[in-house]
């Protein structure tokens, strides 16, 4: 079974950015479409972004323009560059196998069990 491990979080100032790595065991990484999902207090866990098995990606409009998601298939590592951050991106991020689902669409469905997550705060 896979198992996703997030890390890179931290607390920035507003405008600044991070680097997010979710890392991932098992043969089956690399042909998996994979998504970056977070979840803030009191809230659903939301898709945010999205890369698919041959490195097509989508963003919900939220994040459009200022995270970058990409993949490593060789090391089984997904990244999310996240630039010019706002208080509102303050969440944990998780990052899982997508079976389906778009960045802004509510309905998602994932293969992996959910790692930790690594949370990111933002001050203004």
């Known amino acids: 079974q896979v198992q996703l491990v997030e890390s890179g979080g931290g607390l920035v100032q507003a405008g600044g950015s991070l680097r997010l790595s979710c890392a991932a065991s098992?043969?089956?990484?690399?042909?998996?479409?994979i998504g970056w999902f977070r979840q803030a207090p009191g809230k659903q866990r939301e898709l945010v972004a999205r890369?698919?098995?041959?490195?097509?990606?989508s963003y919900a409009d939220s994040v459009k323009g200022r995270f970058t998601i990409s993949r490593d298939n060789a090391k089984n590592t997904v990244y999310l560059q996240m630039n010019s951050l706002k208080p509102e991106d303050t969440a944990v991020y998780y990052c899982?196998?997508?079976?389906?689902?778009?960045?802004?669409?509510?309905?998602?469905?994932?293969?992996?069990?959910w790692g930790q997550g690594t949370q990111v705060t933002v001050s203004s």
């Open positions: 899982n196998l997508l079976i389906f689902g778009e960045p802004g669409s509510p309905r998602t469905l994932v293969s992996a069990p």
């Open positions: 098992g043969s089956t990484f690399s042909i998996n479409a």
């Open positions: 890369i698919s098995m041959s490195g097509g990606t």
